[in-house]
Nanobody, 128 residues
Framework: QAQLVESGGGLVQPGGSLRLSCAVSGFTLDRYVIGWFRQAPGKEREGVSCIDISGGSPYYADSVKGRFTISRDNAKNTVYLQMNSLKPEDTAVYYC?????????????????????WGQGTQVTVSP
């Protein structure tokens, strides 16, 4: 059974950093595109960053470019999201999701949220 489990969320002051982890099981990570999404209260879920199976040329939303970095360790079945210079507007529940690496998978995952599997989410709160 496929499973994604997020961890690493918490409360941090503006300007601080957090590192989210997405541990996957039940499927072969190196055949899947992985994305991080977030949803703030009253807002739609949005794609934050997505990474393809090679790890090259990841996608970042404009709001996080230069501050967030996505990476993957297929040997550890884990995908990470390093978040630096956090702002109050980054407050949200963060989810990871997976989609098989088919045609235009990165676009379909991050733009259309077309994932096969979703995690349960981890709360990130940025507040003084």
């Amino acid at each position: 059974q496929a499973q994604l489990v997020e961890s690493g969320g918490g409360l941090v002051q503006p300007g601080g950093s957090l590192r989210l982890s997405c541990a996957v099981s039940g499927f072969t990570l190196d055949r899947y595109v992985i994305g991080w999404f977030r949803q703030a209260p009253g807002k739609e879920r949005e794609g934050v960053s997505c990474i393809d199976i090679s790890g090259g040329s990841p996608y970042y939303a404009d709001s996080v470019k230069g501050r967030f970095t996505i990476s993957r360790d297929n040997a550890k079945n884990t995908v990470y999201l390093q978040m630096n210079s956090l702002k109050p507007e980054d407050t949200a529940v963060y989810y990871c999701a997976a989609r098989p690496a088919d045609v235009a998978a990165l676009f379909r995952l991050c733009m259309s949220r077309a994932a096969d599997y979703w995690g349960q989410g981890t709360q990130v709160t940025v507040s003084p």
